[in-house]
């Protein structure tokens, strides 16, 4: 069961409802390289993001339509390498359901990924307890299943692991400690992308130490003028020289039309 994500156009698989008695039925909400339609790529925020040589954390932070999750969308279409993206809400408060969506999500990057620690997840008494170790546990399969040192990957290539709604997350619940667990014992080489509408508790002042933490957020996610006009011209088949303002009027008018008609 799945629907077209219109904003991103790729698919979206859809959560799987679990019950009291098996937290094995969670499934993650994630989108599969499926691509269609128009998305603006931010060149100049993809050399940011490519410069992490060894990977790292890239922390996309904004408000509401400042463009993450276009972001990372654009971030995931231009890399070459495996990926997976996993929407969080209220229900991943829960270190449970968020541990089983993130093995699900992993395991579109790497099938085999995190056999143990879902072994343990499943057979836990005291999860609450348990869930922290349990997360580093899962970066560790995956930094012991990589078939070669991430690092040498060619740029543009590395697994990306995008985690979109991170500002459900209070700063002090279990699934944060989990969060920081997890990426701080994240292989290197791997990218994972953050979005959240606020500063994100879960960085690590260790990957800043070793030039693996990349903030984008405030004035560095904004669209530039070039930006804009990159779209206005790709979206509307505009002239490529003309003016700002002879970009921007016919669209205001377009969308005053459109407010008239309906």
């Not at 972001?71 to 541990?99: C, H, I, Q, T």
């Amino acid at each position: 069961d799945g629907c077209w994500c219109e904003l991103c156009g790729l698919y979206r698989t859809g959560r799987e409802r679990r019950s009291t008695e098996s937290r094995s039925s969670a499934a993650s909400d994630v989108y599969k390289r499926q691509v269609h339609g128009y998305l603006l790529s931010r060149r100049r925020l993809n050399e940011a993001v490519n410069r992490l040589r060894f990977g790292g954390v890239v922390a996309i932070v904004g408000g509401p339509g400042w463009g993450k999750t276009a972001l990372m969308v654009d971030l995931l279409k231009r890399n070459e390498g495996p990926f997976a993206y996993y929407s969080l809400d209220e229900e991943d408060r829960d270190p449970a359901v968020f541990l089983h969506g993130l093995v699900a999500a992993l395991r579109l990057i790497d099938p085999g990924a995190a056999t143990a620690s879902l072994h343990l997840l499943e057979s836990s008494p005291d999860l609450r307890r348990d869930c922290v170790g349990i997360a580093g546990l899962i970066a560790a399969e995956l930094q012991h299943s990589m078939p070669r040192p991430e690092g040498t990957r060619p740029e543009g290539t590395r697994p990306m692991l995008a985690l979109d709604e991170l500002q459900v997350l209070p700063d002090d619940c279990s699934t944060t400690q989990c969060l920081r667990a997890f990426l701080e014992g994240a292989p290197v080489g791997w990218i994972c992308l953050l979005a959240s509408r606020r500063s994100l508790a879960c960085m690590q002042k260790k990957l800043l130490s070793q030039g693996r933490r990349l903030q984008l957020g405030g004035r560095r996610l904004r669209l530039t003028p070039l930006e804009v006009r990159a779209w206005a011209v790709s979206y509307t088949h505009l002239r490529a020289h003309a003016t700002v303002l002879e970009l921007v009027c016919p669209l205001l008018l377009e969308k005053k039309n459109n407010i008239i008609n309906n």
